[in-house]
């Protein structure tokens, strides 16, 4: 499975942002709906940590506390895409974001978008 993300950027505090993970290259007789998605981050000198996660119908959410409220994950299953809108852009949310896909307990992770929220 191949993962691009895109959308990151320099934001100031307040704003917002709208990621994307755009899949492809699925195992053979399986499609984009039978993956977990999930948005990471990694800030420097830091652990990466989850931030949100979706089912693979898109049913269930689930969120770090420090983004929830804040962050909305997504996914449209028709263009094998996954969302991370981002409102109220705080300085700590600075990070590169990475989206990974799961199926079982094989893992497929994208490359990374650096956010960088500054005045």
């Known amino acids: 499975v191949q993962l691009v993300e895109s959308g990151g950027g320099l934001v100031q505090p307040g704003g917002s942002l709208r990621l994307s993970c755009a899949a492809s290259?699925?195992?053979?007789?399986?499609?984009?709906?039978?993956?977990?998605m999930s948005w990471y981050r990694q800030a420097p000198g830091k652990e990466r940590e989850l931030v949100a996660g979706i089912s693979g119908a898109g049913g269930t959410t689930n969120y770090a506390d420090s983004v929830k409220g804040r962050f909305t994950i997504s996914r449209d299953n028709g263009k094998n895409t996954v969302y991370l809108q981002m409102n109220s852009l705080k300085p700590e949310d600075t990070a590169v974001y990475y989206c990974?896909?799961?199926?079982?307990?094989?893992?497929?992770w994208g490359q990374g978008t650096q956010v960088t929220v500054s005045s």
């Open positions: 290259g699925f195992s053979s007789g399986f499609s984009f709906s039978s993956y977990v």
């Open positions: 990974k896909a799961r199926r079982i307990t094989v893992d497929y």
